[in-house]
């Protein structure tokens, strides 16, 4: 079965300062998919990534998809408060709708 | 926002006690997910519908039944509640399945003791 490895698992940042997150597929990617939980909530979708070298950007958050590796990135420009919170990448297994999950990374970012 | 709701947000139960979680969503999406997130091991689906009455399991779907009705209300359900079980439930709906992201409700919290 797929999974997906996500590092770090926890990170705390000055604000300001720019961060990366990464996940690491176990199987070929068929999309992957980013989205940010604050505690005790829901997940907000971020960003989707369909196609090998496909780069997103919104607002100061940008995410990469590199097929051959297997991987994507999450890099936020400029950390402030308000980006802190659970980032957890997803992606279909086989192609189908069906997502699973890398185990999050928990951003600190100290003001 | 995707007009999702879960409900109870919150719920404790004893050992053994019949549990049932509902998702009602509002976007008439054709699929719907529930999922449990625990530490270190993220999100992991339990069982998934893609149409009325029409439903197939997850990756830890023991323990666990569900059942669709009506296009809008998915039903989870815990037949014998166990510690083990303890855990935040998130649904999530998404309008085709491929290419399509998920919306996620708020989540419930459920502490079986």
């Known amino acids: 079965s797929q999974e997906l490895e996500q590092s770090p698992q926890s990170l705390i940042v000055q604000e300001g300062k720019n961060l990366t997150i990464n996940c690491t597929s176990s199987?070929?990617?068929?999309?992957l998919y980013w989205y940010k939980q604050k505690y005790g909530e829901g997940l907000i979708f971020l960003m989707m990534l369909q196609k090998g070298g496909e780069e997103k950007s919104h607002e100061k958050i940008t995410a990469k998809l590199d097929e051959k590796k297997q991987q994507s990135s999450l890099h936020i420009t400029a950390s402030q408060p308000s980006h802190a919170g659970i980032y957890l990448c997803?992606?279909?297994?086989?192609?189908?709708?069906?997502?699973?999950f890398g185990q999050g990374t928990t951003l600190q970012v100290k003001p | 926002d995707a007009g999702i709701t879960q409900s109870p947000r919150h719920k404790v139960t004893e050992t053994g006690t019949p549990v049932t979680l509902r998702c009602h969503q509002t976007e008439n999406h054709r699929y719907m997910y529930w999922y449990r997130q625990d530490p270190g091991h993220g999100l992991r689906l339990i069982h998934y519908s893609y149409g009325v009455k029409d439903t197939d399991k997850g990756e830890v779907s023991d323990g666990y039944s569900v059942s669709r009705s009506k296009t809008e209300d998915f039903l989870l359900t815990l037949e014998s509640a166990t510690s083990s079980q303890t855990s935040v439930y998130f649904c999530?709906?998404?309008?085709?399945?491929?290419?399509?992201?998920?919306?996620f409700g708020s989540g419930t919290q459920l502490s079986v003791l």
């Open positions: 199987k070929t990617l068929y999309g």
């Open positions: 999530a709906i998404s309008e085709s399945q491929g290419r399509e992201k998920l919306f």
């Open positions: 997803g992606a279909p297994p086989g192609n189908t709708g069906k997502l699973i």
